[in-house]
């Protein structure tokens, strides 16, 4: 196969644009020209007439959670524009109130809900079950850190007032005793989240699934890296293997917790490569929460909290373990890392338990790092810590500026380009990579906002690096595996506003078209 006649962004530095480039297989065999390109085809050849249009690498989403989709009993929101806020504690209990009404007893109600009803003791346990006794109820938030259930859902998750917290997370209590108030933080929620998703048959998370990488090859995504922390390991890969995605898939273990300590065991011995595209490798652990409700740990005091700078979820000693576990582990490490002062403690820890050259080899993954500020730019650096950041959680101080983030964390994306540092970028929200690359490139701090070719580097090649692929993807070169896109603009100079507009016409994967759009009948539209 061949395509010429294009504006082919390869993102390599030493030739960032080229014209044309051939297929052989599933490798890419030469680029330059399109006459040059035009000379290596045969009679067998495919040909591609790009007629102007833009090709960039395929994209490899280095941050997101799958399967997508809320399938169990009735989900209801509010609208996005008050996310961070959320509804009020009177909207939400009226609206649970008038689902319970009409709803058949033992029905799910799940929902997102903000700060107003995550901080407010009005909605806890006991009054969502004066308005909905006989219904389970979860409330969570859509950042993934915190939920509010009821009586109904703490005997579905098998939750009991006696029950230890988990390692790295927390029940609430009324104060003075053992009884539950229905408030889950942290890793005291994400297993028994878990939990509830296991209640959903596989056949219904595959659906979601495919339905996920359809609309992942018309963006011309064609690689993602999965933080698998939404269904039990078992269920994870019997999905993957059903789901047999048309694009490459990292599963990456998310271990969860229980009184006694991280559970290591319910991850050995899975399948490390569980369809054809779909691998198994890495280790998360989430070390503190978020600056939306106060938990991502800080050098400085939150404004109006005076005191109060966040925390960790582990202690120092345990994440010193998880430090030297990693330093004798195949396994690459990532860990959720939000607050300067858990960036800055990380980089210490490291820093004391191995020498510099080592931890590069590692290549220690910060998950959102948005706290690796200029002045521990340089450690980090030096370590090989590859950061991966997310451009819509910057959209949040913009939102809702009383539940921005503290001062000194507000997004460094050209400076950890600038001082050298590995740098990529994934969703960890909306999927639509042109609507992350529009926020990455208009960030609220101008300075460290990213070039459009920047941006697109680093949810190719950056992204590639970041999995320890980048002798095999992440730029279009002789060599390389043949995933692109071609796309509907030219997302380098279309005014930004257009730029979430953006998406394939062509989706390919090691050479094979895994997507193409139907000929419109417009001039200069289809191959």
């Known amino acids: 196969m061949i395509l010429t006649g294009g504006k082919i962004f390869t993102a390599d530095p030493a030739r960032p644009y080229v014209q044309a480039l051939a297929v052989r297989g599933e490798r890419i065999v030469a680029v330059g020209s399109t006459a040059d390109i035009a000379k290596l085809a ?60 009409r709803l058949p007893a033992g029905t799910w109600l799940e929902g997102e809900v903000g700060l107003a009803v995550l901080q407010s003791p009005l909605v806890r346990r006991a009054q969502l079950d004066r308005v909905a ?86 963006f011309g995504i064609t690689s993602v890296q999965d933080m698998a922390s939404d269904l039990p390991p078992a269920q994870t890969l019997r999905v993957v293997r059903a789901a ?57 005091a939150y404004p109006g909290r005076p005191g109060w700078y966040g925390h960790l979820n582990f202690s120092v000693d345990t994440v010193r373990q998880m430090l030297r576990d990693a330093l004798t582990s195949p396994q690459q490490l990532m860990l959720h890392i ?68 503290p001062a000194g964390l507000h997004g460094c994306f050209r400076s950890l380009l600038e001082s050298g540092v590995p740098f990529a970028l994934g969703s960890d929200g909306p999927s639509n990579p042109y609507l992350n690359i529009l ?13 459009r070719e920047q941006a697109v ?19 279009l070169a002789p060599g390389k595996l043949a995933d692109l896109a071609v796309l509907s603009q030219d997302i380098f100079t279309v005014p930004l506003p257009a730029l979430p507009a953006t998406v394939s016409e062509l989706t390919m994967v090691g050479g094979r078209v895994v997507y193409e759009a139907q000929p419109t009948g417009k001039p200069h539209e289809g191959f």
């Open 457 to 475: 580097r680093a949810y190719t090649a950056g992204a590639a690096y970041a999995e320890f692929q980048e002798q095999h993807k992440g730029t």
């Open 244 to 300: 047999r995605l048309p694009i490459r898939l990292r599963v990456i273990p998310f271990p969860m917790t229980t009184a006694r300590g991280i559970n290591h065991r319910e991850w050995r011995g899975v399948e490390k490569n569980p369809a054809p595209l779909a691998r198994v490798d890495g280790l998360k652990y989430i070390l503190d929460a978020t600056p939306l409700e106060g938990g991502a740990l800080m050098r400085r």
């Open 42 to 101: 045969g009679p067998r050849t495919r040909r591609i007439d790009l007629r102007g249009r833009t090709v960039v690498p395929g994209i490899n989403d280095a941050h997101t959670h799958l399967p997508p989709g809320h399938p169990l009993g009735l989900f209801f929101d509010f609208p996005k524009a008050e996310m961070i806020a959320g509804p009020s504690p009177a909207q939400l209990l009226d609206t649970l109130a008038a689902l319970a009404r």
């Open 133 to 218: 006794p006989n219904h389970p109820v979860l409330l969570r938030t859509p950042w993934g850190h915190g939920s509010v259930v009821n009586s109904a859902a703490l005997r579905k998750l098998r939750i009991a007032d006696g029950d230890p917290d988990p390692l790295g997370g927390s029940f609430e209590r009324q104060p003075g005793s053992r009884q539950l108030t229905g408030f889950l933080s942290e890793y005291g929620d994400w297993g028994p989240r878990r939990d509830f998703n296991n209640l959903v048959p596989d056949a219904t998370w595959v659906q979601q699934l495919q339905q996920y990488g359809a609309e992942s090859v018309r």
């Open 439 to 451: 926020f990455a490139t208009t960030l609220a701090d101008p300075k460290e906002a990213l070039t």
């Open 338 to 405: 939000s607050g300067d002062s858990t960036a800055s403690l990380v980089l210490h820890l490291m820093h004391e338990l191995a020498d510099d050259a080592t931890w590069r080899r590692k290549r220690v993954r910060f998950e959102h790092g948005d706290g690796v500020a200029a002045d521990l730019q340089p450690r980090a650096k030096a370590l090989g810590v590859v950061i991966v950041q997310n451009p819509s959680h910057f959209i949040n101080a913009a939102v809702d500026k009383q539940h921005g983030a």
